[in-house]
C-alpha cells in the first residue's frame, strides 16, 4: 500500500458543503471530505473518457479528509473534544496577547477516575477555571495546528447574493436569487493523504488541477493548485504511548498529592493507558446498530476501555461519481475520544495499533471516515498554552 500526501491551495474562493436541492442559502463548511477527492477524480476520468478505469482507481483507496491550515507546511487536526479554553478570551497564548489558552482535560480526567475507583476521596471536586481571569472555561471546536507554537486555524467565510439565470434562455428566473457562501481562498491551505494499493496521487493532483474542488466551479468557484507533498513530520507512535503515560504519571501525583486518604493509594498508575482519537467522523456499528462507542477486538483479554467521550454527528452526502444521495447516517464526530487501559506491556499491542492508524476503523474508510491516532500529543497539553 502507497500513504501519499497532498497540498492544496485554492485560487478562488472555495465553496465545500453537500447540495441542498430547495436551498436558496448555499453553506460551505471549512474542510474538503474524501468523498469530494474522489468525486473529482472520477469526473477527471469521465472526462478523459476513462470511465472504465475509475472503479480500479477508487475501489483499493483510502481519500482522506483534507483539513485546512494556514501554512503550507503545517497540516492542522480537529480539536478533541476534551479541550478547554476561557470563555472569555478564548484561543491559545499565541493566537493572540487576549487569548488565555487553550488544554485537553482527559489526562486529569483519567487520572481522577482512575483513583476515585481505587477510592481516593478529593476535598473539592476537579473544576476546571481560567488561570488568568479566573472565567469558566468552555469547548473549543474546529481545527488546530503546531508549527513552532499551536495555533487555531483560522478560516474567512463571504457570501454573496447571485440570481440563478435559465438555462434556455439566459435570462434571469423571477424568484431565484440565491445566497452562496464560500470560503476566502487567502491563506488557506488544505493538506490530506491517499492511502491506495496503486500510486494514485499524481492522478489526483491532475483532476484537482483540472476540475477543481467544491461545488459552483462552472461559475469559477474552487479553482485550486494541488501539488504532492512529502509526508508531515509526526511523533512516532512509541514516543507518543510513551510520552501521554509520562505526563499521566505527573497528573496522577499532583493529584494523589490533595488527595484525602493518599497513604493507601499506588504512587502512580499500575497500568498503561493509550488513547484512540478520531481525526475524521467514523460510522461505528454494534452488531448492525449504529453506535457511537468503539468496540475493539484485540487478542490480549487484559485490553480495558475505562472511557470514551463522542459526539454524534449525521453523515449524508452527493456521489459526483455515481450522481446519487447516499443514505445519511449518523456516526461519532471527529475529535471523539476512546482511552484503554492494559496491564501487560503496550510494547505487544503496537503492531496492532499501527495497523489501526492506517486502516482505520468503521464503514465508508474509501471516503476518509473512520481516520484515526493514538494518543494524539495535544492531550500533554494538561495546562492552557
Ligand atoms: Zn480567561
Redesign the pocket.
Known amino acids: 500500500m502507497n500513504l501519499e500526501y497532498l497540498l492544496i491551495k485554492p485560487v478562488t474562493p472555495i465553496r465545500l458543503g453537500s447540495v441542498k436541492p430547495n436551498s436558496q442559502f448555499l453553506s460551505t463548511v471549512d474542510y474538503i471530505s474524501g468523498s469530494v477527492i474522489r468525486g473529482a477524480l472520477a469526473e477527471y476520468m469521465k472526462r478523459l473518457g476513462k470511465e472504465s478505469s475509475i472503479k480500479k482507481l477508487v475501489e483499493n483507496s483510502y481519500f482522506s479528509f483534507f483539513y485546512p491550515s494556514n501554512s503550507p507546511e503545517t497540516p492542522s487536526y480537529p480539536f478533541p473534544l476534551t479541550s478547554l479554553t476561557?470563555?472569555?478570551?478564548p484561543g491559545f497564548k499565541s493566537d493572540g496577547e487576549e487569548c488565555?489558552g487553550v488544554f485537553s482535560q482527559l489526562i486529569p480526567i483519567i487520572a481522577l477516575k482512575e483513583l476515585k475507583l481505587l477510592g481516593a476521596e478529593f476535598p473539592v471536586d476537579l473544576n476546571f477555571k481560567?488561570d488568568?481571569?479566573?472565567?469558566r472555561m468552555d469547548g473549543i471546536t474546529g481545527f488546530y495546528m503546531k508549527g513552532d507554537y499551536y495555533k487555531k486555524v483560522k478560516t474567512e467565510k463571504f457570501s454573496q447574493t447571485k440570481i440563478a439565470l435559465n438555462r434556455l434562455t439566459k435570462t434571469s428566473e423571477k424568484g431565484l436569487i440565491y445566497s452562496i457562501t464560500a470560503l476566502k481562498p487567502e491563506k488557506l491551505f488544505f493538506i490530506g493523504s491517499v492511502y491506495s494499493e496503486e500510486p494514485v496521487a499524481e492522478k489526483i493532483e491532475e483532476a484537482l488541477n483540472t476540475v477543481g474542488v467544491g461545488s459552483h466551479t462552472t461559475r469559477g468557484y474552487g479553482r485550486v493548485e494541488a501539488q504532492i507533498i512529502k509526508p508531515p513530520v509526526f511523533e512516532s507512535l512509541d514516543e507518543r504511548i510513551k510520552l501521554f503515560n509520562e505526563t499521566l504519571r505527573k497528573v496522577w501525583a499532583e493529584l494523589l498529592s490533595i488527595a484525602l486518604d493518599k497513604s493507601n493509594l499506588p504512587k502512580e498508575p499500575e497500568d498503561e493507558y493509550f488513547t484512540i482519537d478520531l481525526l475524521s467522523p467514523s460510522i461505528l456499528d454494534d452488531n448492525n446498530m449504529p453506535t457511537l462507542n468503539l468496540k475493539l477486538d484485540f487478542k490480549s483479554e487484559s485490553l480495558k476501555q475505562i472511557l470514551f467521550l463522542a459526539q454524534p454527528v449525521f453523515i449524508s452526502g452527493w456521489s459526483t461519481a455515481y450522481n446519487y444521495f447516499k443514505p445519511t447516517t449518523y456516526g461519532a464526530a471527529a475529535g471523539s475520544v476512546y482511552v484503554y487501559k492494559t496491564s501487560k506491556n503496550l510494547g505487544e499491542l503496537i503492531p496492532l495499533l499501527e495497523k489501526l492508524e492506517l486502516d482505520g476503523i468503521g464503514r465508508r474508510r474509501g471516503e476518509g471516515y473512520g481516520e484515526v491516532k493514538i494518543c494524539m500529543p495535544f492531550h500533554r497539553e494538561v495546562n492552557p498554552i
Open positions: 476561557c470563555k472569555n478570551n488565555h481560567c488568568n481571569c479566573g472565567s
